[in-house]
């Protein structure tokens, strides 16, 4: 289950990473990058959104969606 966003843990976010589901393998790494980007930028309205307890803050999770892609613009 994905978390809502959290004011108080994103200011404690020291990694970020993004999980891509298996429809999207034949993207690029540029296109990845791309969209990684966005998302990371404005994580709040990331629709599959999670974090990541670990020793020195939190790591920040999203899981790319096709809703996702619609709201930035996708590819």
Known sequence: MANAFDPYREALVVETHTVWPA???D???ADKSRVEGLLHASPGEAVDLD????HTGFARVITVTEADLERIGGR
């Open 23 to 25: 429809a999207f393998e």
């Open 27 to 29: 993207w690029t790494a």
């Open 51 to 54: 974090y990541v307890r670990q």
